[in-house]
Every structure is written in C-alpha cells, then in structure tokens.
C-alpha cells in the first residue's frame, strides 16, 4: 500500500474556496483505479490531502489529477508550488 501527501500553500482568507475544491476532487479520487482511501484538511494557510492506494503505480497516476486541481487552485495559491511524497505504508491499523 501506498500514501501520498500533497500540500498546497494557500493566500489569506481562501479557506472556503479550498474546502469547496477539496470536496469536488475528493470525489474524483474516489472514483481512481486503486484509491482506498483520502482524508483532506486545511492546517493554516496550508491545504493538504493524505490518499492511499494499492500500488505505487496507482498512486503515482494520480499526478494529472493532482495537476487539475492545481489549475482550480490557481486563485488562491500562495505563489509557492505544491509539493507531493509518495511512502510505502509499513503499518496500517485497520
């Protein structure tokens, strides 16, 4: 199994605006070849999106999808780019 963690820094005030993105791509990664799993959550000026999934080739194709909602994004993007990591899980409670 495979997480991803992606973060996009976020302007002032843009909370909302992140969280209605967030719903919409949430679904979209439901629907993926191999997702299991996604939680999304703004920390501060920071919105971030933890998903799982089956293999690292899954997990790796979920790039464009990433590349879409950087393009929603793009009016409430602090400037600085997004930054994913892709980890093997090594232990999941479940």
Known sequence: M???????P???NT???????????GKVLHDLP??????????GDSFMSISTWDT???AEAVKSTRDDA???LVDILAGAPSTTITSTIVHDVG
Do not use: W
């Open 15 to 25: 909370n909302q605006q992140a969280r209605q993105i967030g719903e919409k791509y």
């Open 70 to 72: 950087q393009g929603d």
């Open 56 to 58: 690292e080739e899954h």
């Open 34 to 43: 191999g997702h299991l799993s996604t939680v999304m959550f703004i920390d």
């Open 10 to 12: 976020l302007k002032p």
């Open 2 to 8: 495979y997480a991803r963690r992606t973060t996009f």
